[in-house]
């Protein structure tokens, strides 16, 4: 679809990285843009620079795992707009809590924002798009929707991330209602991800501790990101992704390579294997021997 002056684009998780470089994106192409985050201040300061561009914005603060909110969203762009042309899910977080021996709550926060979030936002915007005829839904998952191993629970949403998406790709077609769909699989961007406690819901009482074995793996992670992608340039390729009807936005091609060899070793049935060289990180081997190190327990070298 063709991305000009006055189409409405909605973001969430605009306050910061991919979200707010999109929300650039679309307001450099003449869009108005509706921008969601959580984050107040963030959002604010997104709105600021957004607009200019010299584009109309609006900003609501919005927790996406609440289904109630996401629809006040959708009210909200409609009231003050009229229509909808262009949806990108694409707020996300990753909990430090450790996914086997941690508090559930650390499941349950990155499910409601990395999964739910996606699901309302596609059930709330779609029928707008429909009625206005067609537009483009765009979902944010990850290469680790692609690729597991590094993260339990982030890599389980993004899994489903990618299946809901890929199921709403096909339904859309067999329909033909005019909306386009992508997927967004970014690999190391330079954004706040690994920060996510900042948001962390208050009701739940305090963000969960990393232990210390954790902090090796999140210092590495850390690094990479910092050294990663510049959200503006994954921000070009969504752009690109919907002018052209494309469905897989791929920004790191050495992870598909992984993913790739992921998928023949399943083709092949053989069991699970992580590589010992990981895009942006140490050798695993060094990883490991650092975890173990940390966690008081004797290491092969030992």
């Excluded at 709550?105 to 915007?125: C, K, P, Q, S, Y």
């Excluded at 895009?279 to 060094?286: A, H, K």
């Amino acid at each position: 679809m063709e991305i000009d002056a006055g189409k409405i684009a909605v973001v969430t998780g605009a306050g910061s990285g991919i979200g707010r470089a999109m929300a650039n994106a679309f307001a450099a192409a003449g869009c108005h843009v509706v921008l969601a985050d959580v984050q107040v201040d963030a959002l604010e300061s997104a709105v600021a620079e957004v607009a200019t561009h010299g584009v109309e914005t609006l900003s609501v603060r919005t927790d996406v795992s609440d289904v109630a909110q996401v629809q006040a969203l959708a009210q909200a762009t409609l009231e003050r707009f009229g229509g909808v042309h262009i949806v990108c899910n694409n707020a996300g977080v990753s909990s430090a809590a450790d996914p086997w021996f941690g508090p559930i709550d650390g499941w349950e926060w990155t499910f409601g924002v990395n999964l739910w979030g996606v699901v309302h936002g596609v059930r709330a915007f779609l029928p707008h798009l429909i009625a206005g005829g067609g537009g483009h839904i765009i979902n944010t998952a990850s290469m680790l929707g692609l690729y597991a191993g590094m993260s339990p629970v982030y890599d389980a949403t993004k899994h489903a991330v990618v299946a809901l998406t890929e199921s709403l790709y096909h339904s859309m077609q067999v329909v033909g209602l005019g909306v386009g769909v992508s997927c967004l699989c970014p690999g190391w961007v330079k954004t706040g991800i690994v920060e996510s406690d900042r948001n962390w819901p208050a009701h739940l009482g305090e963000p969960p501790a990393r232990d210390a074995a954790a902090r090796i793996t999140h210092g590495h992670v850390h690094r990479a990101v910092a050294e990663g992608m510049p959200p503006a340039a994954v921000a070009d390729l969504v752009v690109d992704a919907i002018r052209n009807d494309r469905y897989w936005i791929l920004p790191h091609p050495e992870w598909v390579d992984i993913a790739m060899e992921r998928f023949h070793r399943i083709g092949d049935g053989q069991n699970p294997v992580q590589p010992e060289h990981f895009p942006g990180l140490p050798p695993r081997s060094q990883i490991v021997a650092e975890v173990m190190t940390a966690m008081g327990l004797p290491t092969d070298d030992a």
